[in-house]
């Protein structure tokens, strides 16, 4: 399943993240990348344990916990802290699948990266090229957000990062494991609690909701691993 979410961060929190990260000191973004994907990874990145990196992960992993598309859709067990990357001129990262499994700096238990989330920060007027593209079972997608929207996609996909042509392409990277490791499952759980919301705002006392509902949870027990 890919799906945008919009408004994660509002405007000003987001011209927040644009002024400290452009005092920021980047390094080159094939430090954290394995061997082939440093073959085709040409762009800057803030180190994991820088401090502006740290803050602004904090940030955006407490605006997560009030997003309640992102819980509905990634229904999280744990979240890799927010990574940021800069893209200027001439920069890409060509095609490529996220690394299964990654571990936080400074933990030892390991996680596995069942999704994938692009936050965009700058706006999309200000640069040229840039498009993250996914390839999935539906065709290929080139995505390019307004700022303080995201975008959520299977790690498993296929994607990219177009060569920017012109201006710098701010974003911040994320990968959640989820309570649910299929995305079949995940996206149906999605739907299904989509249609409780509809159900219940329509006919907030109709039976169905309660019977809906209980259906929705029946999955969840038998899927989720926590």
């Known amino acids: 399943m890919l799906l945008t979410i919009p408004g994660v961060l509002d405007g000003d929190t987001v011209g927040q993240f644009r002024e400290a990260l452009a005092a920021a000191e980047w390094e080159d973004g094939r430090r954290t990348t394995g061997y082939l994907a440093a073959r085709v990874k040409r762009n800057g990145q803030l180190a994991e344990d820088h401090p502006v990196a740290q803050a602004l992960g904090e940030r955006i992993l407490a605006a997560l916990e009030r997003n309640t598309a992102f819980i509905s859709a990634a229904l999280p067990h744990r979240v890799f802290p927010p990574m940021f990357n800069r893209y200027g001129p001439g920069e890409t990262f060509g095609t490529h699948v996220d690394t299964a499994l990654r571990q ?10 069942d999704l994938s989330a692009t936050l965009f920060l700058s706006d999309p007027a200000s640069y040229t090229g840039g498009e993250l593209t996914i390839a999935d079972s539906y065709g290929t997608h080139a995505v390019k ?82």
């Open 145 to 226: 957000l307004a700022p303080g929207d995201m975008v959520l996609y299977p790690a498993s996909s296929l994607h990219r990062v177009e060569p920017v042509i012109a201006g710098v392409r701010l974003a911040a990277i994320f990968w959640v494991q989820s309570m649910v490791r299929e995305d079949p499952a995940r996206a149906m759980l999605y739907d299904l609690d989509s249609a409780i919301q509809h159900l219940g705002a329509a006919v907030p006392d109709h039976p169905a909701v309660v019977q809906i509902t209980g259906v929705y949870h029946n999955l969840l027990r038998r899927w989720a691993e926590v």
């Open 104 to 113: 936080p700096a400074g933990q030892l238990r390991r996680m596995r990266c």
